[in-house]
């Protein structure tokens, strides 16, 4: 079981130690992929290219981007997931990767509760 929070600004998130360091991850809803991560964790998850690939952000915009395997380290296990990766420090979570978890958010009380479904 992860336990996250809303933030002031109303965002959903986990913090996740991943390299040493503590990351901020967004929980996005909206983002039906499994991982956005920040360059700087490329080599920690040993990033494998697969393919270029086209996605469709809020507003219709198209962007072009590389896909990569990666292996991410989440809620007590190593999962093999796809990523993207761009410039900044938050790691954005799509509902891909949580396919096998039951995501509870209280947005009055600003709590999050993310845990494996049964």
């Known amino acids: 079981m ?16 991943l390299a040493g360091e503590e990351w901020q991850a967004i929980v996005d809803t909206g983002f039906n ?3 956005e991560l920040p360059l700087s964790l490329r080599t920690f998850v040993d990033a494998r290219f697969i393919c270029r690939i086209r996605s469709s952000l809020a507003g219709g915009q198209m962007i072009e981007e590389d896909s990569y395997l990666v292996d991410f380290p989440f809620d007590g296990q190593t999962l093999t997931a796809e990523a ?35």
């Open 84 to 118: 993207t990766f761009v410039s900044g420090k938050e790691v954005l979570i799509g509902t891909h990767l949580l396919r096998e978890h039951r995501l509870e958010i209280d947005f009055p009380k600003r709590t999050l509760l993310l845990a494996r479904g049964d």
């Open 2 to 17: 992860i336990v996250g929070e809303v933030n002031a600004e109303g965002v959903p998130i986990l913090r996740l130690r």
């Open 33 to 35: 992929g499994d991982l």
